[in-house]
């Protein structure tokens, strides 16, 4: 029934059946509600001074119909259930104090259809359960060690010195000037620090303006599941066409056949990970250039997210851009997050040519504009760094990977190989759970381990329920413990 809060009508829902927020906003793209309800009992008006039409009431799945008040200006609180009433009348802003039914018919109210079928990332929420349960975070991928201090000091010197008001929209010349001598460094080719480099807010950000400058509604752009969960939520907002290929345990290699087939002069731009988040792979040298052959013989663009190119461990990374007649049509993507422990910093890069740097640029100048300048100094410091630093690196890493892999093998997981990156993946299914969001659930309250399902990676669930992905960029002592949790209270089953 419908009854007035203050001065604002709300809808009172019976609170009959529990209802998993992330599931009904995933029905919400056919916009259609799945909560519990009847005509009977969502039939009359109170506050509204319109009478109730037959418009009014929505297709629910099963045949239910369910009253939905179409009225500017509601807020969660102002949708309630019998079971957080009480908070409720509050008007609270706490997210807590409205259940998830109201804030999934919130959402139909308010967010765009291109948006209504993402969530909260899976790793704000698996970071919530942990902080909730005491949980070790292996999940989410930062370190839980803090960064260099050289590269600290430079970014203190940036602040006193007064470098704090607006930088240059596409970067301070400085961090665009070791951005091209590292580029060279690795891959041989000299590029434009003007013309052919733009400094974005993380990775993230540099995702979200190649995505949104260069490619336009109804493109078709090719992803290698499973993916880091912004690739999809991005070209979503460009109004892409996504067509998707799944890599596959053991080696997750690309089905080259399967991509062959699937490639055409319809396409628009597969986009690339590698090192891979979240199996680990690193592209071979053939995959590579079979990929290349294909996206010059079909005139296609690739994007590279290449955030994890100093963490590889048992082969050397190759950048796309660097294979014969690929740099023309590769947008190079990479951040500093990564490689200096310093994720919230959130500086990261483009490298392009100019003909696709100006669409990059173009969708940056609207999203942030510019970058933390004082960081943009000191990370232009950290990227002229002695090799003696990545190579330490790599050493710490790989200790640190052993640990872990060690640890998740004893425990009894079957655990997949991983190149590259500070993730690994395993398969749970020797637990016993049904699916890899069961699991993880699992884990944290009753083990006091993190790790994410890797479901959410994958346009098809199904084809990530067998999996989850642990972190191991934390130091060696809370590996030590997050593994002898798991042998103490994880069982086969």
């Keep these: ?54 418009q009014d009431l929505l297709p629910v799945q099963h045949g239910v119909r369910a009253l939905v ?37 919130f959402l139909h109210l308010t967010v765009a259809k291109r948006l209504e079928k993402f969530k909260t990332t899976i ?76 400094v974005t807010s993380g990775c993230t950000e540099a995702i ?41 345990p053991p080696d997750f290699s690309v089905p080259l056949e399967e991509l062959k087939s699937t490639i055409s002069k319809n396409t628009r731009a597969i986009l690339i990970n590698t090192p891979h988040n979240p199996t680990g792979k690193m592209f071979t040298r053939e995959e590579l250039n079979t990929i290349a052959s294909l996206c010059i013989e079909n005139d296609v663009l690739v994007f590279t997210d290449e955030v994890y190119d100093k963490l590889s461990f048992e082969m050397d990374h190759i950048s796309m851009a660097s294979l014969p007649g690929m740099y023309d049509r590769t947008i190079t993507m990479n951040s500093l997050g990564k490689t200096f422990s310093l994720t919230g910093w959130k500086i990261g890069w483009a490298i392009a040519p100019p003909h696709l740097t100006w669409g990059v640029r173009q969708a940056h100048s609207f999203l942030t504009f510019a970058t933390s300048t004082p960081m943009q100094y000191a990370a232009a410091v950290a990227l002229r760094a002695p090799e003696s630093y990545y190579e330490e690196l790599r050493r710490d890493y790989s200790a640190k990977k052993a640990i872990l892999v060690e640890g998740l093998k004893a425990v009894g997981f079957k655990v997949y190989p991983s190149s590259g990156t500070y993730f690994v993946v ?66 086969r089953r």
């Design 69 to 105: 008040p179409r009225v500017i200006g509601f807020k969660p609180c102002d949708i309630v259930c019998e079971k957080h009433d009480a908070k409720a009348n509050s008007h609270s802003s706490e997210p807590s104090s409205y259940c998830e039914v109201a804030v999934a018919i």
């Design 426 to 491: 395993v398969d749970h299914t020797p637990f016993g759970l049904e699916n890899d969001v069961a699991f993880c659930e699992y884990l944290i309250k009753e083990v006091g381990v993190v790790a994410i399902p890797t479901s959410v990676f994958y346009l098809n669930p199904e084809d990530g329920k067998n999996l989850v992905r642990f972190t191991f960029c934390k130091d060696e002592g809370t590996l030590r413990r997050a593994v002898e949790r798991m042998k103490e209270k994880l069982s």
């Design 208 to 248: 979200a303006a190649t995505m949104l400058g260069l490619i336009n509604p109804g493109d078709e752009v090719i992803l290698f599941a499973p993916f880091y969960d912004s690739y999809e939520a991005t070209l979503s907002m460009a109004g892409a066409n996504v067509k998707c290929i799944t890599l596959r």
């Design 1 to 54: 029934m419908l009854r007035p809060h203050s001065s604002r009508p709300s809808l009172l829902l019976p609170h009959t059946l529990p209802l998993n927020l992330y599931k009904t906003v995933g029905l919400l793209r056919s916009r259609t509600i799945t909560y519990p309800a009847t005509t009977a009992a969502m039939s009359t008006v109170s506050t509204r001074k319109e009478a109730v039409s037959t």
């Design 123 to 198: 790793f704000t929420q698996m970071s919530m359960l942990a902080i909730k349960h005491g949980a070790i975070n292996l999940g989410q991928g930062f370190p839980n060690f803090d960064g260099p201090e050289f590269v600290k000091e430079a970014a203190i010197e940036a602040i006193k010195s007064g470098k704090n008001q607006y930088a240059r929209g596409y970067g301070v010349p400085d961090l665009n000037s070791a951005i091209v001598a590292r580029f060279q460094k690795d891959t041989g080719l000299v590029v434009d620090p003007e013309k052919e480099v733009t």
